[in-house]
């Protein structure tokens, strides 16, 4: 099955795609998987191509223009009427050339349509404005990375291991682009969409290649590749990005068997607090009191709130915050816009319960579990 990865490319489109100068001003890098080459390939391909017709065409032309230019005193030829050899020629030919073209495009586009069957099995879930990728084994990744402004998920990967993604939006459509790979797929809500790659192995001799924890035992290289979102999703559209990090497959079983969250013996504001990260509350809440795309998590419990139609609570409460979960539209606080969805159907009572728990930790109340009381009446 790994030549069935390694068959996405042949070795003429990878010698296209590397050609050098003019493949590093276009693309900047060389592709980083098979499925990129090949699409590099026939795009260098295209491109010779039309350099090439369009030198011959032009110099012909000017060539024409010179010799068959009509001079004083001499009678013009009369045009031929047809020429089936030449005709025949300028049809055949190009027609051939674009068989050529479309087989090897539907060839990679087959290919890189259809995963090897020992392929690593993900599940990539798009909402406004964070990528989630959930693993094998039921782990969530939490680390996150400051880049810019924002902090960016970082997801591992192993290295030259078969990669499937199975992919979801929660709201909006979205479109999953790892420009180092060439190939992009949208990403919609209540439809599952696939992609599939293999990062290439590791290379110290390439620039891009870091090493992380470097002088100690526990040293490995790795790879970044940005992850980003390629379809206008709304505010943050552009800062929906995200971290594919390649590594050692010894060092991507070890990470994750890190990422596994026990709950057990854990206080309900540190359970609270994994899923403020892993449901993705981290892309538009901060929990240090800065201003986000949504209120603050520092400090909101018993706080009163102001909302977009004029309207206000006295305080944050269980109520509020639950509704303010699974109905979002239901009170928007003044000052942020209607663009949080609904979370019904992906968190459990528990889960809410955990995260009211972790609010009131950050406001430095007791974070014991809600009075029943609390639950009756409407919010």
Same mark, same amino acid.
């Given at each position: 099955?790994?030549?069935?990865? &390694?068959?996405?490319?042949?070795?003429?489109?990878?010698?296209?795609?590397?050609?050098?100068?003019?493949?590093?001003?276009?693309?900047?890098?060389?592709?980083?998987?098979?499925?990129?080459?090949?699409?590099?390939?026939? +795009?260098?391909?295209?491109?010779?191509?039309?350099?090439? +017709?369009?030198?011959?065409?032009?110099?012909?032309?000017?060539?024409?223009?010179?010799?068959?230019?009509?001079?004083?005193?001499?009678?013009?030829?009369?045009?031929?009427?047809?020429?089936?050899?030449?005709?025949?020629?300028?049809?055949?030919?190009?027609?051939?050339?674009?068989?050529?073209?479309?087989?090897? $495009?539907?060839?990679?586009f087959a290919k890189s349509r259809? /995963?090897?069957?020992?392929?690593?099995?993900?599940?990539?879930?798009?909402?406004?404005?964070?990528?989630?990728?959930?693993?094998? &084994?039921?782990?969530?990744?939490?680390?996150?990375?400051?880049?810019?402004?924002?902090?960016?998920?970082?997801?591992?990967?192993?290295? &030259?291991?078969?990669?499937?993604?199975?992919?979801?939006?929660?709201?909006?459509?979205?479109?999953?682009?790892?420009?180092?790979?060439?190939? @992009?797929?949208?990403?919609?809500? &209540?439809?599952?969409?696939?992609?599939?790659?293999?990062?290439?192995?590791?290379?110290?001799?390439?620039?891009?290649?870091?090493?992380?924890?470097?002088?100690?035992?526990?040293?490995?290289?790795?790879?970044?590749?940005?992850?980003?979102? /390629?379809?206008?999703?709304?505010?943050?559209?552009?800062?929906?990005?995200? =971290?594919?990090?390649?590594?050692?497959?010894?060092?991507?079983? @070890?990470?994750?068997?890190?990422?596994? +969250?026990?709950?057990?013996?854990?206080?309900?504001?540190?359970?609270?607090?994994?899923?403020?990260?892993?449901? $993705?509350?981290?892309?538009?809440?901060?929990?240090?009191?800065?201003?986000?795309?949504?209120?603050?998590?520092? @400090? =909101?419990?018993?706080?009163?709130?102001?909302?977009?139609?004029?309207?206000?609570?006295?305080?944050?409460?269980?109520?509020?915050?639950?509704?303010?979960?699974?109905?979002?539209?239901? @009170?928007?606080?003044?000052?942020?816009?209607n663009q949080m969805t609904s979370?019904?159907?992906?968190?459990?009572?528990?889960?809410?319960?955990?995260?009211?728990?972790?609010?009131?930790?950050?406001?430095?109340?007791?974070?014991?579990?809600?009075?029943?009381?609390?639950?009756?009446?409407?919010?």
């Open positions: 099955m790994m030549q069935h990865s &390694n068959a996405l490319g042949n070795p003429f489109s990878s010698l296209l795609a590397q050609v050098g100068p003019i493949q590093q001003l276009i693309f900047g890098e060389n592709a980083s998987s098979a499925a990129g080459r090949s699409s590099d390939g026939l +795009f260098m391909f295209i491109l010779w191509l039309s350099v090439f +017709f369009f030198v011959v065409l032009m110099g012909l032309s000017v060539y024409f223009c010179i010799v068959y230019r009509r001079r004083p005193g001499v009678t013009a030829q009369r045009t031929a009427t047809h020429n089936t050899a030449l005709e025949l020629t300028w049809s055949v030919v190009p027609l051939l050339i674009l068989v050529v073209i479309f087989f090897w $495009g539907f060839d990679g259809i /995963a090897p069957g020992e392929a690593e099995q993900l599940i990539l879930t798009a909402q406004k404005w964070e990528w989630t990728l959930q693993y094998p &084994n039921g782990v969530t990744s939490t680390e996150r990375e400051l880049r810019g402004s924002r902090t960016q998920p970082i997801f591992y990967v192993p290295e &030259n291991k078969p990669i499937q993604l199975r992919m979801i939006s929660s709201d909006v459509i979205h479109s999953f682009w790892v420009p180092d790979f060439r190939i @992009k797929r949208d990403v919609f809500p &209540n439809r599952y969409t696939s992609f599939w790659f293999q990062p290439e192995p590791l290379d110290l001799s390439d620039s891009r290649v870091k090493i992380a924890g470097e002088g100690t035992a526990d040293q490995y290289p790795y790879l970044d590749h940005m992850i980003m979102c /390629a379809e206008y999703c709304g505010d943050l559209h552009s800062d929906m990005l995200g =971290v594919l990090r390649v590594v050692p497959e010894s060092v991507y079983i @070890k990470w994750l068997a890190s990422q596994a +969250f026990d709950p057990e013996g854990k206080m309900p504001w540190e359970i609270g607090q994994y899923l403020y990260v892993a449901k $993705g509350c981290v892309a538009c809440h901060t929990t240090d009191g800065t201003s986000g795309t949504g209120p603050t998590w520092t @400090k =909101v419990w018993g706080q009163k709130h102001l909302f977009a139609d004029g309207s206000s609570v006295d305080q944050v409460d269980e109520n509020y915050i639950r509704e303010s979960i699974l109905d979002p539209a239901a @009170k928007v606080v003044a000052g942020f816009p979370y019904q159907g992906q968190v459990t009572e528990e889960d809410i319960n955990n995260m009211i728990a972790y609010m009131k930790h950050l406001a430095g109340v007791d974070t014991a579990p809600a009075d029943e009381s609390s639950e009756e009446g409407g919010s």
